[in-house]
């Protein structure tokens, strides 16, 4: 079962608490009553899309061709992607693949 958000009287009572919020939730948030719960120089951080966005963005990458840039490791060389990866090598994605 999922929580439920704050609602608006949560949120005031909470004004000026909060460093940093990571929201990961997946749809449409109040921003002014999140962002009133921040103290002065607090960060609200977004790590999801809302579904309809998602789609827009997801059909405009199709349209104009756009892919993401990704390493491919085989299992096997899973020591040598994780070494990449702490060496800051790694650009964007790494994906470990079984053999075929």
Do not use: C
């Not at 009572?13 to 749809?27: C, E, K, P, R, W």
């Not at 756009?66 to 994906?95: C, M, W």
């Amino acid at each position: 079962m999922v929580p439920p958000l704050p609602t608006i009287r949560q949120l005031q009572s909470a004004a000026g608490q909060f460093d940093l919020i990571l929201s990961t939730v997946n749809h449409v948030l109040n921003r002014k009553a999140y962002l009133s719960t921040l103290r002065p120089k607090g960060r609200l951080h977004f790590v999801s899309a809302v579904l309809n966005m998602l789609r827009t963005m997801l059909e405009f990458a199709v349209r104009h061709d756009i892919q993401p840039i990704v390493e491919f490791f085989p299992f096997e060389q899973v020591n040598e992607a994780l070494s990449r990866l702490e060496s800051g090598k790694t650009r964007y994605r790494i994906v470990h693949r079984h053999a075929v």
